[in-house]
């Protein structure tokens, strides 16, 4: 079959590879969609000290089971499904605390276990033990059900800011994740949303699909926007959905008496800390937390969410291209030219 492995930073190679044999307690999928991320980008660049290489990547997948191995009960081949990409163990300390995210075992599809840039894909027996592969709603296609991915991801780290109903909240970063920010927190009863972006037309683009209550472009000094906005109070939220540590500093500086600022994106880890008012925190009451993955549950929920209609995703995936496009698509990310690009293998 084809498949796209990772062999070292800057060494992907589209290939032939045998198609993977499914084992006791193991599902088989012929991948449908696998869309692309930005850690996918990050990884062809820099590699990840989590990747287990060579290894097919792709971690956002959505596909239909072609067989089914000894002892899998619930499933059915044509099964139309959708899986987790953070597994569990579901038997650690940090899991039976009910905190899956930060399991002390994670592994990951398209880390340890083969990804979905590849025409097959086995499910291993860890994925199906933590609840993590889900029936995807008829209404929906592949392409959308493959965003589920990102949006727990999303879930997660606004479950954490605490975003509800009337807040105001600041999302800085409009890539495919600062949409998925600027939806979901609508959704969930958000009464502003602001976005803001350093590149202009990825910014424009963003604005054109989720229309937030206001753009703020990189002429603008972010924080004096934020708080002409807000009449000088500030916003509830704020979300970093980009890798930039002035992105981390800014916001803290955004918020309001008690807000809470979510590091959604992570940063380099050869420049991964940041200035911190330690004074603006106790004095305001601040809280900052970090963002770790999703849950299974919280994946289910992501495709709920999609299906009910209460955050589309359809129209945020821009590009479309067959496997042996990969690489173009990791170019077409990396120059902002889409919000979303997904690959049908």
Not at 43 to 58: F, T
Not at 122 to 148: K, M, N
Not at 183 to 206: I, K, P, Q, S, T
Not at 223 to 230: K, M, S
Request: aromatic share 4%.
């Amino acid at each position: 079959m084809k498949a796209a492995t990772f062999y070292a930073p800057g060494d992907i190679r589209l290939e032939e590879i045998p198609e993977p044999a499914v084992s006791a307690g193991e599902v088989k999928l012929r991948v449908r969609n696998c869309s692309t991320c930005g850690t996918d980008l990050k990884i062809y660049r820099s590699g990840h000290p989590n990747m287990s290489a060579p290894q097919v990547m792709g971690h956002e997948v959505a596909g239909e089971i072609v067989e089914i191995g000894a002892g899998v009960e619930g499933w059915n081949v044509g099964d139309r499904v959708q899986m987790i990409a953070a597994v569990p163990d579901g038997t650690c300390v940090e899991c039976l605390s009910g905190h899956p995210t930060v399991c002390l075992n994670q592994r990951s599809t398209g880390y340890q276990f083969p990804g979905g840039f590849a025409e097959y894909l086995v499910v291993p027996e860890q994925v199906l033990r933590v609840d993590g592969l889900t029936r995807i709603p008829d209404t929906l296609g592949f392409a959308e059900a493959s965003l589920a991915e990102p949006l727990a991801c999303v879930l997660n780290g606004q479950e954490l800011a605490r975003v509800g109903e009337g807040d105001t909240v600041v999302v800085i970063g409009a890539g495919p994740i600062g949409c998925l920010h600027v939806r979901l927190a609508r959704a969930r009863g958000a009464a502003r949303v602001l976005l803001f972006d350093m590149n202009a037309e990825r910014l424009a683009a963003a604005t054109a699909l989720v229309a937030p209550d206001l753009a703020l472009a990189a002429g603008d000094d972010p924080v004096e926007a934020v708080l002409e906005a807000t009449g000088g109070r500030g916003a509830d939220v704020v979300i970093t959905a980009a890798a930039s540590a002035a992105a981390q500093e800014q916001g803290l500086r955004m918020l309001a008496r008690r807000g809470r600022l979510s590091l959604f994106g992570g940063l380099p880890k050869d420049a991964s800390t940041i200035t911190v008012d330690a004074n603006l925190v106790h004095y305001r009451e601040l809280t900052i937390v970090g963002v770790n993955g999703s849950s299974p549950a919280q994946n289910k929920a992501a495709l709920e969410l999609i299906g009910s209609g209460r955050v589309p995703v359809a129209d945020l995936i821009t590009h479309t291209l067959p496997l042996d496009r990969l690489l173009d698509a990791f170019a077409i990310v990396e120059r902002g030219e889409a919000i979303k690009v997904t690959i049908e293998p």
